[in-house]
């Protein structure tokens, strides 16, 4: 009898302790989704120009300084983590029309160190591949005074991943999101706007778990000037400057599902706020562009709050046939 009540305490302890790393693995079990905040700032409703193939390199950094609980205070929890992502994509826009908009597509391919899954403050690993970020459908619509935008992506699970992992490299789950957005001009040679891109996320089941992250809405874009760089005789402009506010907020819309032996945790929803600055500036001649952002996050509930940066490096190939004289 007396072995028999042993065997079954080892058994309840197994299980609490199990519960306890994977409740403490998600810090507050809130869960990330693949929308990376940040990647989208000035102009976000508007579309590349047509038949053109952009080929950029990004830079992603995220400082997390505080993290949050679902009061929007902050935690005895100190985390030390910086999380960077880079790697290489392009994005392709034709002059193939769908219901009168230009269609495009675009793919990143990219590798990710101290990848945040939750609300960890322990989350650490190498640059290692991450997840692939994929949107086969793009269409822009460019209208006198406003742009539209729609698209469809999803996040592909490509990165190392195992539940309770302190270094994955992935969510470990597949990201279908669907964006709308515009961009509005206020003044007919376009260089005074103002744009708005909303996403939402649906979350598959993570990998040989139970455990799904809920659905995820995040709004981008800024209000912002363009200036037009002239050649010394003042005749034709050399480059484009694109400088203004930026902002992004992100709510999570349903609940997450950590299964947790016989119980399903559904925690309070996460929410976040960030505003900041943004540069970029395309030359004309050699076409290639530079940007900058940075943004610094408010009103954290139930998450960590920090600053965001985000450097693009691109160049642009022009697809139009010349014409013959």
């Known amino acids: 009898m007396k072995t028999k009540f042993n065997a079954v305490r080892r058994i309840t302890k197994t299980i609490i302790t199990l519960s306890i790393l994977l409740f403490s693995c998600f810090g507050y079990a809130q869960l990330k989704g693949g929308h990376i905040l940040g990647a989208m700032g000035l102009q976000s ?20 300084c505080t993290l949050r609980d679902a009061n929007g205070d902050e935690s005895i929890a ?18 193939f029309k769908i219901l009168g908009a230009n269609y ?55 990165g190392r ?12 789950m597949f990201m279908n999101e669907f964006s709308a957005g515009t961009t509005l001009y206020f003044n007919d040679k376009k260089t005074f706007h103002f744009s708005a891109l909303a996403a939402y996320e649906i979350n598959g ?27 010394a005789e003042k005749t034709a402009p050399i480059g484009i400057l694109n400088a203004g506010l930026i902002y992004y907020l992100q709510y999570k819309l349903t609940n997450d599902k950590i299964p947790v032996g016989n119980i399903v945790l559904e925690p309070d929803k996460d929410r976040i706020g960030g505003i900041g600055a943004e540069a970029n500036y395309f ?24 600053n965001t940066f985000f450097l693009t490096l691109a160049h642009v190939f022009s697809l139009a046939k010349e014409k013959k004289e």
Not at 45 to 64: E, I, R
Not at 78 to 95: K, Q
Not at 127 to 154: C, E, I
Not at 284 to 292: V, Y
């Open 45 to 64: 409703g508007t579309q590349a120009p047509a038949n053109t193939l952009s080929v950029y390199v990004p830079g992603y950094l995220y400082d997390a």
């Open 78 to 95: 100190n985390p030390d983590i910086t999380m960077f992502i880079t790697g290489a994509g392009a994005a392709y826009v034709s002059d």
């Open 104 to 158: 495009g597509a675009s793919i990143l391919v990219a590798f990710a160190s101290n990848t945040i899954q939750g609300n960890s403050v322990d989350a650490k690993n190498s640059l290692a591949f991450t997840d692939m970020f994929v949107q086969p459908v793009q269409l822009g619509w460019h209208n006198k005074r406003a742009d539209f935008l729609f698209s469809y992506q999803l996040y592909i699970p490509t």
């Open 161 to 172: 991943f195992k539940a309770g992992a302190s270094d994955n490299a992935g969510l470990g």
């Open 205 to 231: 089941k993570k990998k040989d778990t139970d455990i799904k992250t809920g659905d995820i809405l995040s709004v981008e874009g800024g209000l912002g000037k363009t200036f037009y760089m002239m050649n």
């Open 283 to 306: 030359h004309i001649g050699s076409k290639t562009s530079a940007g900058l952002r940075w943004i610094s996050e408010f009103g954290a509930h139930s998450r960590f709050q920090g």
